[in-house]
């Protein structure tokens, strides 16, 4: 056996166990940023964070396109993780996958939970996924967003070049793609609405945090 072919099946026997970890994992992720905080919000609020609506605009079209992203994000771990046979057909970046790679990948995805947890903490009621035309919501600028104004984001797409890491397929590159063209839409249709509904407030905000991290954080409570 050479070489190459015996790092493969060494590979193979890890990632079986690596990739099992992996669905729970995203599972666990789903019901906790996803489902448990959207309940937990309805039951205090009696509101429905999702806020994207069905029409044909570029709000309604984003959170389609977030949808697609979950749904292929989901059947890429799930094909790895039931039916391993498959995995090819995503088109593996073999000369990546090594374990170094593997651990860093899921520290990335670790620090995202916790990221997006406590972000999502610190919007308590004013949390929403889109944009809420219909009821009033506060300017959050304590907590993650006092470093960043979009810090749930940012926790996300750290999550997808995590996944990448771990699986690096040309399907994770491609939510990588999509995810980084969505969000920064979603970003810049945000902004609009946080300028018209908080004025000053939201301008003196964008001057001293930016939009993805502030390092000079010494300076945001000027």
Sequence with gaps: MSMHNLKRENWNTNI??????????FVIYFLLVFVLRSFLLWKKTTIN???????????????????IISIIELII??????????HKFLLPFWYLENETLVYVGWALLII??????????????????????ENKTELVTNGFFAISRNPIF????VANIGLFLV???????????LSTVSINTQIRLEEAFL???????????????????????ANNDK
Excluded at 16 to 25: P, Q, R, S
Excluded at 77 to 86: D, L, Q, R
Aim: glycine share 8%; charged share 15%.
């Design 49 to 67: 964070p999702l806020t994207f609506n069905k029409g044909d605009d570029a709000h309604g079209y984003n959170g389609k396109v977030f949808g």
């Design 112 to 133: 995202s939970l916790v990221f997006v947890w406590f972000a999502q903490s610190s919007m308590k009621e004013s949390w929403r996924i889109g944009i809420d035309e």
């Design 16 to 25: 079986k166990t690596i990739i099992m970890y992996l669905f729970i994992f």
């Design 167 to 177: 699986l690096p397929t040309a399907f994770t590159l491609l939510i990588i793609a």
């Design 154 to 157: 940012l926790g996300i797409m």
């Design 195 to 217: 300028l018209k509904e908080f004025g000053e407030q939201y301008t003196k905000y964008k001057t001293r945090v930016n939009r993805w991290i502030t390092l000079n954080i």
């Design 77 to 86: 771990v799930s094909i790895y993780a039931f039916i391993p046979n498959w």
